[in-house]
T-cell receptor
Framework: NAGVTQTPKFRVLKTGQSMTLLCAQD?????MYWYRQDPGMGLRLIHY???????AKGEVPDGYNVSRLKKQNFLLGLESAAPSQTSVYFC???????????FGSGTRLTVV | KNQVEQSPQSLIILEGKNCTLQ??????????LRWYKQDTGRGPVSLTI?????NTKSNGRYTATLDADTKQSSLHITASQLSDSASYIC????????????FGKGTTLSVSS
């Protein structure tokens, strides 16, 4: 039972490059989330999804896009990476009531 | 604005000692409060979840308290171990549809031998 799996675990991008982070959960959770964690700051919500085919903006959505084509997967895309997007990205999933909230192990992204 | 504030920012204690971490929040309407432990390089892992009517909840050597009137919570760690070295994050969920969690910045605990 893997829970929430994020790929890749590490990535280095050059400014202007694009990439997609993949999040997969096997708990049949309706809700999925993407957060970023920066030094000295709490986790901040980028985008979230309350079900297959639906997405919504969080606190810091600029520069990111997401898609939820399948219930178990939530993709985070960076179309044109910037150094300000250097961060650790966490995916999470939960039930609609917010219970069973489970985080992935994170993706460390560096944009140079 | 919904906010969660934690203190202290960092703490160093000797193995075997007890410690208490603090959390104050201004989240409304309140749904529940959670404490997470985050080891270096890992995702946060839930320790406790408390609703409005719960004053205390334990998980092994971890005991969380909640005072919903003063909007304060604490996490007490008993007989600390080296493996307790981590960041402890207080998180509050607002009672709103589709709303995710509001995170504090965390308290970094270092347990030394």
């Amino acid at each position: 039972n893997a829970g929430v799996t994020q790929t890749p675990k590490f990535r280095v991008l050059k400014t202007g490059q694009s990439m997609t982070l993949l999040c997969a959960q096997d708990m049949n959770h309706e809700y999925m989330y993407w957060y970023r964690q920066d030094p000295g700051m709490g986790l901040r919500l980028i985008h979230y999804s309350v079900g297959e085919g639906t997405t919504a903006k969080g606190e810091v959505p600029d520069g990111y896009n997401v898609s939820r084509l399948k219930k178990q997967n939530f993709l985070l895309g960076l179309e044109s990476a910037a150094p300000s997007q250097t961060s650790v990205y966490f995916c999470a999933s939960s039930t609609p009531g917010g219970y069973g909230y489970t985080f992935g192990s994170g993706t460390r992204l560096t944009v140079v | 604005k919904n906010q969660v504030e934690q203190s202290p920012q960092s703490l160093i204690i000797l193995e075997g000692k007890n410690c208490t971490l603090q959390c104050n929040y201004t989240v409304s309407p309140f749904s529940n409060l959670r404490w997470y432990k985050q080891d270096t390089g890992r995702g946060p892992v839930s320790l406790t979840i408390m609703t409005f009517s719960e004053n205390t909840k334990s998980n092994g050597r971890y005991t969380a308290t909640l005072d919903a009137d003063t909007k304060q919570s604490s996490l007490h760690i008993t007989a600390s171990q080296l493996s307790d070295s981590a960041s402890y994050i207080c998180v509050v969920r607002a009672n709103q549809a589709g709303t995710a969690l509001i995170f504090g910045k965390g308290t970094t605990l270092s347990v030394s031998s």
